[in-house]
Every structure is written in C-alpha cells, then in structure tokens.
Nanobody
Framework: QVQLVESGGGLVQAGGSVRLSCAASGRTFSTYTMGWFRRGPGKERDFVAS????????YYADSVKGRFTISRDNAKNTVYLQMNSLKPEDTAVYYC??????????????????WGQGTHVTVSS
C-alpha cells in the first residue's frame, strides 16, 4: 500500500501562489499515477490535475488550466501542485491521490486507490 501526506496549505491572498506537496511512502513511487483533487465548501470532490505514470503527461481541470502545474520528483517520492494566480473560488481542501500504473480514467476519482487526508487552502479576496 501507499500512504500519502499532503502539506503546504494555508491562507493566501487572491492573486498569490501556493505550492502543495504530497509525500508518498514506499520505493515504487515512480510506478504510480498521481492526482490532485479538491473539495470546496458544500461541494463534491472534483478533479484538479494528474500526472500519468507511463507517459508523464499532465491533465488539468479547465478551471485551473494555465494557473496550476503538477509535477513529481520520483527521487523524493513527492508530487507537487504549484498554484498561481489564486482565486477565492480555489478555496478548498486539496487531496493527493495515487493509483498503480496507468488508469483508464485518470481524471476520475474512483480510479484512485490511495488518498491523503487533505490540506486546506483558503484564498482571501
């Protein structure tokens, strides 16, 4: 199994930047596709970004494309989410997720087997 721990959340002003980190256990981190999801107040958990194990391709929700960047450092067993030009509507709990290999639906929540407990990001206007 893989254990995930998110960090880096906090309070930031609109237009600012935050970099989230997700530390994964184990020595096979590079074999996992990683994703970021978020849940805003009173909302369902939505897809934010993913980075595919096999191809290294990245995918983003339309709402964050051009502002957020997902990356990974396999040597450190860590995936990052760089969030720039933050908006108040980005306020949410951000979750890191992992699934072995390359899922058929990398943007779907149910494709992921392992989840962190989330880190809060609050964007003030």
């Amino acid at each position: 199994q893989v254990q995930l721990v998110e960090s880096g959340g906090g309070l930031v002003q609109a237009g600012g930047s935050v970099r989230l980190s997700c530390a994964a256990s184990g020595r096979t981190f590079s074999t996992y596709t990683m994703g970021w999801f978020r849940r805003g107040p009173g909302k369902e958990r939505d897809f934010v970004a993913s980075i595919i194990r096999s191809s290294g391709s990245t995918y983003y929700a339309d709402s964050v494309k051009g502002r957020f960047t997902i990356s990974r450092d396999n040597a450190k067993n860590t995936v990052y989410l760089q969030m720039n030009s933050l908006k108040p509507e980005d306020t949410a709990v951000y979750y890191c997720a992992a699934v072995l290999g390359t899922p058929l639906w990398g943007t779907r929540e149910r494709s992921y087997d392992y989840w962190g407990q989330g880190t809060h990001v609050t964007v003030s206007s």
